[in-house]
């Protein structure tokens, strides 16, 4: 098994960021802003990317005081059965995010793609937090012929 690691420090609150990280509302700030379901444990989450597609996620772990955990169940091959973890730590004026979207089965081209588009788009939260607006899709930043 191989995983996808970031880590990138914001200039914000450890809450304003988990709030991003952890409810529809926020997620559709700078990841898509085809974002819907609940957040709770248990709950499902979906994500969509018009003609790209789209995940749905199970919601494992809301924590407040830094952590959000995300398995999976619907999207490509690829992502099904992984999960994505958020951990966040304060740390004086920053909020330390290090980003873990583990149990890819192999280092396959799309990992590589969906690597740099994870980058993007934690840039793009970088940016809702600190100033108020992020680039979800439709409006991220376009690195291939994928998207």
């Not at 609940?38 to 994500?47: M, P, R, T």
């Not at 004086?92 to 290090?98: C, K, P, V």
């Not at 940016?127 to 607006?133: F, K, P, Q, S």
């Not at 409006?139 to 012929?145: N, P």
């Given at each position: 098994m191989v995983d996808i690691l970031h880590?990138?420090?914001?200039?914000?609150?450890?809450d304003d960021v988990y709030r991003a990280v952890a409810t529809p509302e926020g997620i559709a700030g700078w990841w898509t802003t085809d974002t819907v379901g609940?957040?709770?444990?248990?709950?499902?989450?979906?994500?969509r990317f018009g003609d790209a597609g789209g995940f749905d996620m199970e919601v494992?772990?809301?924590d407040p005081a830094g952590q959000v955990r995300w398995r999976v169940t619907d999207?490509?091959?690829e992502w099904i059965g992984t999960e994505i973890d958020w951990r966040l730590d304060q740390r004086?004026?920053?909020?330390?995010?290090?980003f873990k979207h583990e149990g890819w089965r192999e280092p396959v081209e799309f990992m590589h793609h969906c690597s740099t588009k994870w980058a993007t788009f934690l840039l793009s939260l970088k940016?809702?937090?600190?100033?108020?607006?992020g680039?979800?899709?439709?409006?991220?930043?376009?690195?291939?012929?994928?998207h």
């Open positions: 880590r990138v420090g914001v200039v914000a609150p450890l609940k957040s709770a444990v248990g709950e499902q989450l979906a994500f494992l772990r809301l999207g490509p091959a004086g004026d920053y909020t330390i995010i290090n940016e809702l937090v600190e100033t108020g607006r680039r979800p899709a439709p409006d991220d930043v376009k690195i291939s012929d994928w």
